[in-house]
């Protein structure tokens, strides 16, 4: 099944819900609470309240963070890190840069800011110290430091090799490679994977992927992280990209037994067919003929998918369910080309959206798509 709980689920409202119903329909009160679960997609509400117990000990919500009172080594973890809501962006990333800059001995005194910081000296005087250092939360998000480590974004130019170094070194300190939380209590884990992995919904500029991806990734799944990573694979469905399915599939993603998250959350979680079916209907609506050819040789079944051929648009400026015409898409992905073409065929750079009533221009800059933001700036002053 799959959990359809809000954000930060608890389990009183969810009581008092299920009290609710009890009253309005004159049912049992059991009646009500095995409807309440059903709602959320739970077969049961024992099964419910399992789930919600195990998450209220995984679930964080950075965004809930209070960073004006976090000490310097805390705020640095926090604007380093990746935390999946709107405030993700490249100057958060670079204050942390400048934070380090003027603050360098911050990462002595933190395991978890040497972490963000992806510092093998100071990891390794931190572990010479405390070894059990490598599997203790802490910092602002009470994270274990290799969670900070695949979820930094900060500008520091490090090397792959500098990069694993220092996340080879929490592994060596006994650092759990299937370490993860769950984002605001829903049920799809962010793993260590999820992090290094990154994108998601605000787009590859705003929530991108470790600069050094493929190199932290094999390590991690050399090291025992489990190939079958759900967040991970909705938040890169949404490009034509497929280097992660490459390298997960290398490590056993087509047949891999219950991970540890599946097996400690149960049905809470999405089913691998409801996995691959979400994975499936994606790529075909927006014709990514090369991924369902990369399921199918792995064995997946993509038969009966009707598989749509992207083309022009007959008009340039027809709007979809939210309003958003062509352009608004195309400068959301950076596609130059195509937003060349679409202003050559009569695009209106100045309508807006019907959800956020903002234009192609405004929707560039949301995104931190600065090139497609300035062939929009230069048409306009054409």
């Given at each position: 099944m799959a959990s359809r709980l809000p954000n930060n689920p608890a389990l009183d409202k969810l009581r008092d819900e299920a009290r609710t119903l009890q009253r309005a329909n004159h049912t049992p009160l059991?009646?009500?609470?095995?409807?309440?679960?059903?709602?959320?997609?739970?077969?049961?509400?024992?099964?419910?309240?399992?789930?919600?117990?195990?998450?209220?000990?995984?679930?964080?919500?950075?965004?809930?963070?209070?960073?004006?009172?976090?000490?310097?080594?805390?705020?640095?973890?926090s604007w380093a890190s990746l935390r999946y809501n709107e405030s993700d962006a490249p100057p958060r990333w670079q204050s942390a840069a400048d934070l380090l800059a003027a603050d360098p001995a911050l990462v002595e005194r933190s395991v978890w800011a040497a972490a963000a910081a992806a510092d093998p000296d100071a990891l390794a005087g931190h572990l010479r110290k405390r070894p059990a250092l490598a599997n203790t939360g802490g910092g602002p998000f009470g994270w274990a430091p290799l969670m900070y480590l695949c979820y930094s974004r900060v500008p520091l130019s490090h090397t792959a090799e500098d990069v694993t170094k220092a996340a080879a070194l929490l592994l060596d300190a006994g650092a759990d490679p299937n370490a993860g939380y769950l984002w605001c209590g829903l049920s799809t884990p962010f793993t260590l994977l999820t992090g290094v992995?990154?994108?998601?919904?605000?787009?590859?500029?705003?929530?991108?992927?470790?600069?050094?991806?493929?190199?932290?990734?094999?390590?991690?799944?050399h090291r025992g992280a489990h190939p079958v990573d759900q967040q991970t694979l909705y938040n890169r469905m949404f490009r034509p990209d497929n280097s992660h399915l490459d390298l997960l599939f290398a490590h056993g993603l087509a047949d891999a037994e219950p991970s540890p998250w599946e097996r400690r959350l149960g049905e809470a979680m999405e089913t691998r067919e409801q996995m691959w079916q979400r994975q499936i209907h994606w790529a075909a609506e927006h014709g990514f003929t090369e991924r369902l050819d990369l399921l199918a040789r792995h064995g997946i079944d993509i038969s009966g998918v009707d598989v749509s051929v992207p083309g022009f648009p007959d008009d340039p400026n027809?709007?979809?369910?939210?309003?958003?015409?062509?352009?608004?898409?195309?400068?959301?992905?950076?596609?130059?080309?195509?937003?060349?073409?679409?202003?050559?065929?009569?695009?209106?750079?100045?309508?807006?959206?019907?959800?956020?009533?903002?234009?192609?221009?405004?929707?560039?800059?949301?995104?931190?798509?600065?090139?497609?933001?300035?062939?929009?700036?230069?048409?306009?002053?054409?």
């Open positions: 059991h009646q009500a609470q095995l409807t309440v679960a059903r709602r959320y997609g739970f077969t049961s509400w024992p099964a419910l309240v399992h789930y919600l117990r195990e998450a209220a000990a995984l679930s964080v919500d950075p965004g809930a963070v209070d960073e004006n009172t976090l000490d310097p080594a805390d705020r640095f973890c992995f990154g994108e998601g919904e605000q787009g590859p500029r705003r929530q991108p992927r470790h600069p050094q991806a493929a190199a932290l990734a094999t390590l991690l799944l027809a709007r979809d369910d939210d309003g958003a015409t062509p352009l608004h898409q195309a400068v959301w992905e950076g596609d130059l080309v195509l937003i060349r073409r679409l202003l050559d065929a009569g695009a209106d750079p100045s309508l807006t959206d019907g959800r956020f009533g903002s234009t192609p221009l405004q929707w560039a800059e949301h995104a931190y798509q600065t090139e497609a933001a300035d062939l929009l700036r230069a048409r306009r002053r054409d």
